[in-house]
């Protein structure tokens, strides 16, 4: 049958995000890994680029149910840990997807041996970001 491919975008409307951060007693940033905040904090708008980064972690996680569709999820949307959806830089600023622990598991269970490809824009008040998902 060869390699099926399963896409997944997601928009992230900045102002609103910035907002989520900036309220008191937050834990949205828990959902990044000390990588993704490091490298958020060398960029000159930290909350713009996490925009970025949220938005690939989603649309990896709706290429992933696309790929189930007619199927059950492979693991309940409130146990998906996004630290474990890691968007991992090259030092050219390009951006790949590295699964580890229980995410890893679950998509590998579920599907087998993935690869992805990512893309992220930012455009005035908007993240955008596109993860196609192929079955190996």
Not at 12 to 25: D, K, N
Not at 65 to 76: D, I, N, V
Request: glycine letters at 8%.
């Amino acid at each position: 049958m060869g390699h099926m491919h399963y896409i997944g975008v997601d928009i992230v409307h900045v102002p609103g995000f910035r907002e989520q951060l900036g309220m008191p007693g937050s834990r949205f940033e828990e959902n990044f890994t000390a990588l993704e905040l490091r490298v958020a904090g060398q960029r000159p708008d930290r909350v713009l680029h996490l925009a970025g980064r949220w938005a690939a972690k989603e649309a990896f996680i709706k290429a992933w149910s696309q790929a189930l569709y007619g199927r059950p999820p492979a693991m309940s949307p409130d146990l998906v840990d996004f630290r474990e959806i890691v968007i991992q830089p090259d030092r050219w600023g390009r951006v790949a997807v590295e699964l580890r622990g229980d995410v890893a598991r679950a998509v590998a269970e579920s599907l087998g041996e993935v690869s992805t490809s990512l893309s992220i824009s930012h455009d005035g008040d908007v993240a955008v970001a596109t993860c196609l998902l192929t079955k190996v």
